[in-house]
């Protein structure tokens, strides 16, 4: 992860190639993937979610995991993503095959990834 821009009440933000391929940790600090690429919301000029590869080995059997950003917390500290969730519940949530991402209009996917995860996105 890239050094934050920003400081105190400053806007802080990251480049979105900074976290592509990020690890994430829960907040046990137990390692539940990295992160793939991340969703816009274009008519809201926000992130909608992150896309989370957890799962499988050398990433064969792994499943993307559609992740709300608000759902996330930055761990400046360790450079980190830290996700608020066990390696059980993850592998519960809403997810997708690598070679069959959900449609960006599929409003049933995004409302269960958003209830999944209790309402934390920003989008």
């Given at each position: 992860?890239?050094?934050?821009?920003g400081?105190?009440?400053?806007?802080?933000v990251?480049t979105?190639?900074?976290?592509?391929g990020?690890?994430?940790?829960?907040?046990?600090?137990?390692?539940?993937?990295?992160?793939?690429?991340?969703?816009?919301?274009?008519?809201?000029?926000?992130?909608?979610?992150?896309?989370?590869?957890f799962?499988?080995?050398?990433?064969i059997?792994?499943?993307?995991?559609?992740v709300?950003?608000?759902s996330?917390?930055?761990?400046?500290?360790?450079?980190r993503l830290?996700l608020?969730v066990?390696?059980?519940?993850?592998?519960?949530?809403p997810?997708?095959d690598?070679?069959?991402?959900?449609?960006?209009?599929?409003?049933a996917f995004?409302?269960?990834?958003?209830?999944?995860?209790?309402?934390?996105?920003?989008?």
């Amino acid at each position: 992860m890239a050094e934050i821009i920003g400081s105190g009440n400053q806007t802080r933000v990251l480049t979105a190639h900074s976290i592509i391929g990020d690890d994430v940790v829960n907040t046990a600090g137990e390692h539940v993937g990295d992160i793939k690429d991340l969703m816009i919301d274009v008519t809201k000029g926000s992130i909608a979610y992150a896309v989370l590869d957890f799962g499988g080995f050398l990433g064969i059997g792994s499943k993307y995991f559609a992740v709300p950003w608000g759902s996330f917390t930055v761990d400046e500290d360790n450079k980190r993503l830290v996700l608020n969730v066990s390696k059980e519940r993850l592998e519960r949530s809403p997810g997708f095959d690598k070679d069959n991402w959900p449609m960006s209009n599929d409003a049933a996917f995004y409302a269960s990834v958003n209830q999944y995860y209790g309402g934390g996105t920003s989008a």
